[in-house]
């Protein structure tokens, strides 16, 4: 639930874009998942994805289509119901125009 005093920094887009995460499993290789976003913002996204990110783990977002990835933090992560992918959502710290599209302020 959100509190009142949050104040989101960017508007977000809802737009279905193919993403790979690149993420490292505890003791494990370095793994590419397929991931598909929700929704897009000027600091970050959320999508769709089967694999188990932890909340406040470091990963990097490729966009494949036209080639760019970023580091991104994972900032939240829902709870996937039985045979459904789990939402999670990151921030990107490094970049602020990792879409390349407007993202107007929202009103105070």
Known sequence: MESKSFIRRSNRI???VPL????QPPGRDIEDDPAQ???LSKHGCSFT???PLK???QVY????ARGKGARARVV???LARAGQEATVAVEFPDTADFWNQSFLAQPH
């Open 20 to 23: 790979v995460v690149r993420w």
């Open 49 to 51: 994805c089967p694999v």
């Open 76 to 78: 939240y992560r829902g």
């Open 37 to 39: 976003t929700v929704l």
């Open 61 to 64: 977002v490729l966009d494949p």
């Open 14 to 16: 809802a737009k279905q």
């Open 55 to 57: 909340l406040g783990s």
